[in-house]
Nanobody, 123 residues
Framework: QVQLVESGGGLVQPGGSLRLSCAAS????????IGWFRQAPGKEREGVSCISSSDGSTYYADSVKGRFTISRDNAKNTVYLEMNSLKPEDTAVYYCGTTPGRCSGLGYLYDYWGQGTQVTVSS
């Protein structure tokens, strides 16, 4: 059974850090680009970051550049999103998804999705 499971979300104060994980089962992540997206209440899902399958190239939305870091551990079949200097506007449900193509910020190009993990940044 193909499955993606996100974890690591929670409540954190502004300026704090969290590390999200996206673990795959039933297939190998090696051949996929993995994207992190987020959706805040009343807003559309937006692309946050992506890591390619070929050379490990990484991409970030302008709003998170310098604060978030995406990485992958193919041995563990897991992708991570390290989030530092968190802001209240980072509050959202975070999802990981896979695409067999190149990294993209277009959600419809992703074929598998996890169930999401809630990140809340608040004092």
């Amino acid at each position: 059974q193909v499955q993606l499971v996100e974890s690591g979300g929670g409540l954190v104060q502004p300026g704090g850090s969290l590390r999200l994980s996206c673990a795959a089962s039933g297939f190998t992540l090696d051949y996929y680009a993995i994207g992190w997206f987020r959706q805040a209440p009343g807003k559309e899902r937006e692309g946050v970051s992506c890591i390619s399958s070929s050379d490990g190239s990484t991409y970030y939305a302008d709003s998170v550049k310098g604060r978030f870091t995406i990485s992958r551990d193919n041995a563990k079949n897991t992708v991570y999103l390290e989030m530092n200097s968190l802001k209240p506007e980072d509050t959202a449900v975070y999802y990981c998804g896979t695409t067999p193509g190149r990294c993209s910020g277009l959600g419809y190009l992703y074929d598998y999705w996890g169930q999401g993990t809630q990140v809340t940044v608040s004092s």
